[in-house]
């Protein structure tokens, strides 16, 4: 049952993960980074050009990347290579899919 559950683990992360930044991301994160507006009318704290879409694609691609990694160590458990590599590549579908989403729907226009 644990086993079962530790696997389902890298496929829930992200969309757990979801609400809290986007709490965080209208709390602090714009005000920090900008919105990533019209150029002209974007300000920010650091005076950069890195705005708060260019953090989220940067914090979900990282964890994508991670819970890609994480799922390979996890794969190790499974008895036949076509299992761990549909659980790999589902992993990673699923997360590239859910953050190529979670960027293009929530872009600060």
């Keep these: 049952m644990k086993k079962k559950l530790i696997s389902i683990v890298p496929f829930l992360l ?7 930044y986007i709490i965080l991301d209208n709390l602090i994160l ?12 974007q300000s920010n704290m650091f005076n950069i050009s890195f705005n708060a879409n260019d953090l ?5 691609s990282a ?9 390979v160590y996890i794969s190790k458990r499974f008895n036949k290579k076509i299992a761990k590599f549909l659980y790999c590549s589902g992993v990673l579908i699923v ?7 979670v960027v293009k729907t929530f872009m600060w226009a």
């Design 95 to 101: 997360n590239t899919l859910l953050t190529l989403w």
């Design 63 to 71: 964890l994508s990347i991670g819970l890609f990694v994480w799922s």
């Design 56 to 60: 989220r694609l940067t914090i979900f």
């Design 14 to 20: 992200l969309p757990l993960f979801l609400p809290i």
């Design 30 to 41: 714009v005000d920090v980074f900008g919105c990533g507006c019209v150029p002209s009318t």
